[in-house]
């Protein structure tokens, strides 16, 4: 009876990796494209882009491993945000200074930006001041 069920998942193993093998690795004609990444965006050379950047506190963001990324990604999810970096830290591996370098393009509307960490559960975000 055994050798009955190990014959049984080689055959579906074998199946599988059969389809696996055998699948389109193209996408079909209508098939719909995902959006494109900052990376693969090009802009037309005589199109200037100004861009500038900004520290925000959020004193929310306690760990560099949930809570930065949750932040980082926020922030990027808005058109007029290039970049969104984690502020130096005294100590790797903990967020002792909870704030973020946002590089950002014309447009950008801090207060918007920080209504949107506000609905993410970053309350209290502030734009830093030096």
């Not at 990027?76 to 969104?84: F, G, Y």
């Not at 950008?108 to 001041?129: N, P, R």
């Amino acid at each position: 009876m055994r050798s009955l069920a190990y014959g049984a998942a080689i055959l579906a193993a074998a199946g599988i990796m059969y389809l696996i093998t055998m699948s389109p690795t193209e996408p079909a004609a209508d098939a719909v494209p995902s959006p494109a990444t900052p990376e693969a965006v090009t802009i037309a050379p005589d199109t200037e882009v100004k861009t500038a950047s900004l520290t925000m506190t959020v004193p929310e963001m306690h760990c560099p491993f949930a809570c930065y990324p949750s932040v980082k990604k926020n922030l990027e999810k808005r058109s007029d945000v290039l970049t969104v970096e984690l502020a130096p830290q005294k100590e790797e591996g903990i967020i002792d200074n909870p704030q973020v370098i946002v590089t950002y393009k014309d447009g950008f509307d801090a207060d918007q930006a920080i209504a949107q960490l506000e609905a993410a559960g970053f309350t209290g975000s502030t734009v830093a001041t030096n």
